[in-house]
């Protein structure tokens, strides 16, 4: 069965902090998609990134950058010099494109950054 | 682009009662989801529409629960009778393609007394 794991709960930093994200997955296919979305105060999902099991290139975009390894299954997010803006709950997910595209989610984590 | 949008945002009705909420997809997306967020767990998948079929419904708790999405364009997901577990954020998805990114909508926060 495929399932996604943020253990954290809630994190709180003081803006200007490094914090990282951990998402683990489990999923018996070779084929497949991780994706990070944020969910602002405002409710609605922002994607953030998609990412496919072939490749394991890390990448960043200005301060986010993830971190994917298929050797422990993880692919966790790190914010670099964190902003009160970030605050939110972010939340990992994993796809199965040979099936329907749905998305199985983790339980996501509520960052608060504070001034 | 107007962007995937759900009414109504907030709904509190009693248990018994039935509560239809809506999702319009962005236009000439033809993958449709429906996902649920109970209050402090994970988003869990509801069902899948590609136009006007249902491709997996597998995540629907119960027969209390009928999507339908007549005519490929919006869809209607309807709670009938509502029970006090059915609290909690239903959210829409839209995408061209299943392999492409899912868009989501700002959720429908139901609340069932």
């Known amino acids: 069965a495929q399932k996604v794991t943020q253990a954290q709960t809630e994190i709180s930093v003081v803006e200007k902090e490094d914090v990282t994200l951990d998402c683990v997955y489990e999923t018996r296919d070779t084929t497949y998609y991780l994706f990070w979305y944020k969910q602002p105060p405002s409710g609605e999902l922002v994607f953030l990134i998609r990412?496919?099991?072939?490749?394991?290139q890390n990448e960043i975009s200005g301060r986010y950058s993830w971190n994917f390894q298929k050797s422990t299954s993880s692919f966790n997010f790190t914010i670099t010099a964190s902003q009160v803006v970030d605050s939110a709950v972010y939340f990992c997910a994993l796809s199965d494109p040979s099936n329907t595209g749905k998305l199985i989610f983790g339980q996501g984590t509520t960052l608060q950054v504070k001034p | 682009e107007a962007g995937v949008t759900q009414f109504p945002s907030h709904s509190v009705i009693e248990k018994g009662q039935t509560v239809t909420l809506r999702c319009d997809p962005i236009?000439?997306?033809?993958?449709l989801y429906w996902y649920r967020r109970v209050m402090g767990k994970e988003i869990k998948f509801l069902l899948h529409?590609?136009?006007?079929?249902?491709?997996?419904e597998s995540g629907m708790p119960n027969n209390r629960f009928l999507a339908e999405r007549t005519g490929g364009t919006y869809s209607t997901l309807k709670v009938q009778p509502a029970e006090l577990e059915d609290s909690g954020v239903y959210f829409c998805a839209s995408s061209q393609d299943r392999l492409r990114q899912q868009f989501f909508g700002p959720g429908t926060r139901l609340t069932v007394l």
């Open positions: 529409f590609v136009k006007e079929s249902k491709q997996d």
């Open positions: 236009s000439g997306h033809d993958n």
């Open positions: 990412r496919n099991s072939f490749d394991e």
